[in-house]
Structure formats: C-alpha cells, structure tokens
C-alpha cells in the first residue's frame, strides 16, 4: 500500500495534470513552487538535515517543467527535493477548498483537550507547547534531536499509545513518519497541522479528527518571503498566507 505522502503525490498529478512549474525557492526554512496556474504552495526545510558542502546538486531542477515531472522529486530522499514536491502538491491541493468548507475552531477547541489529558507533541513547535505546558495531566514531545525536554522520535511507536491527544507537525510528511506515527496512536483525537500539512481529507486514516494548513492569499509575496529566509511567522504577519483548518469528523 502507498504511503500518506505517496498518495498526495498521485492525487496532485492527477489534479495539477496540464500544469507545469514555472518557479521556485529553496529558503533557509521553507521551500515555495509557483504554478503555471498562478498558485504556490510551501513545506518546511528540514535544514537541519542537509549534508555539508556549498553544492548540494550538480544539476539544477530547470524550469519550466510539467508538475508530473517535477513532483518525481518527491521520490528522491533528500530534505530539499522532498520539500519540493510536498511544495508544488500544496499548490495545487490547498487551493482546491472554498472559503465555507474552513472552520474557525483551533486546534486545542477540536481536540477537547482538559487538565487529565496525556498530549503527544511531534515536532517541538514552540508557540503551541508552551500554552500547553502546565494545563495537561502530562505533555510528550518528540523530536529527531532529543535533549531533556525531548522523547526522541524513534520512542513515538510506544509511548504515543500512551496518549489521549496527539498532535502532529506537518513535518512528518518531510521525513516520511507520518505513517509510522498515525499507526501508533491509541485514540481519535488526533490533529495534523503547519504550512506543510496537504489539506487532502481523503488521504487520512479515521482517528484524525481534523487537519490545518496554510492557504496562500499573496502569490508573490509568499515567493518574496521565501527567497529571503522567511518562515511561516513572516507568511502569516505579512497577509501573504492564513492558517485554515478541515474539520474531517
């Protein structure tokens, strides 16, 4: 059976089928694509888990390209072509949605969550943790680079069965966990949210209750914004994107 990413990957070539990319950004944080059709779309660079060197290609991805090409990236384990592919997918998937199928509910109103609850965290995105640290029973965060404060993320498989809400970071499509870590949770009230989250309802398994992502509102801003090592504060500051969520049960 194909993976979660895998399956993105097939759903936008089908949807983005006569388009092609006409451009793109590899930031210090985040990638962006532009379409033929005038959409972007962003992931997450896992700069952390670049190999050293001041060339990282011999050959670089030419443009223009057919986005069924350029979205074979994707099938190439490294941090920037699979931000790629996660990139130009999000183009086209994220701006398939109206404005009526988004909710206005975050993500701690979705999940329910109260004092007694034991909450996963995949990926330590700072904002989030720290309204949470003190108001649940316990908080679990899992990370690549473990430290004090951290489980590392090869402990996800055991001690997410542990939890009563888990949260995952969009991320986990970029290191290809994401099927590991949704096949390891003990309960339905599961979150998958961050700019690189595709927001494809139908590629997740039922104990996801809802997804979050970023629909691009300025094209040409979000491309600005990433070619000068902007992040997704800069995206969201500066208008160019806004966070939506899919309530999916």
Not at 29 to 36: D, E, F, H, I, Q
Not at 81 to 94: F, Q
Not at 185 to 202: A, H, I, Q, W
């Amino acid at each position: 059976m194909n993976s979660i990413f895998d399956r993105v990957l097939e759903i936008a070539k089908e949807y983005g089928k006569n388009m092609a990319v006409i451009d793109y950004v590899i930031g210090t944080g985040m990638t962006a694509v532009r379409l033929s059709s005038g959409n972007v779309g962003v992931a997450h660079l896992l700069r952390e888990e670049l190999p050293p060197g001041c060339t990282l290609f011999d050959e670089l991805f030419e443009t223009p390209c057919p986005l069924y090409e350029f979205l074979k990236l994707g099938n190439v384990h490294h941090p920037i072509t699979v931000s790629l592919a996660l990139a130009a997918a999000n183009a086209v998937l994220n701006n398939r949605l109206k404005e009526q199928d988004y909710s206005e509910l975050d993500i701690f109103e979705i999940l329910n969550l109260k004092r007694s609850d034991t909450v996963g965290f995949i990926g330590d995105f700072k904002p989030l943790t720290s309204k949470l640290r003190g108001k649940v029973e316990k908080l679990m965060i899992f990370e690549r680079h473990a430290s004090e404060d951290y489980l590392p993320d090869w402990a996800a498989p055991w001690k997410l069965r542990e939890c009563s809400a888990v949260i995952i970071t969009g991320t986990a499509f970029m290191n290809r966990t994401i099927d590991t870590i949704l096949n390891s949770v003990n309960t339905d009230r599961v979150v998958v949210f961050g700019p690189s989250t595709p927001l494809v309802p139908e590629v997740y398994p039922e104990v996801v209750k809802a997804i979050g992502g970023a629909k691009i509102m300025d094209p040409e801003l979000t491309m600005k914004v990433a070619s000068r090592a902007g992040g997704t504060k800069n995206l969201y500051r500066l208008k160019a994107a806004k966070k939506v969520t899919l309530i999916l049960k």
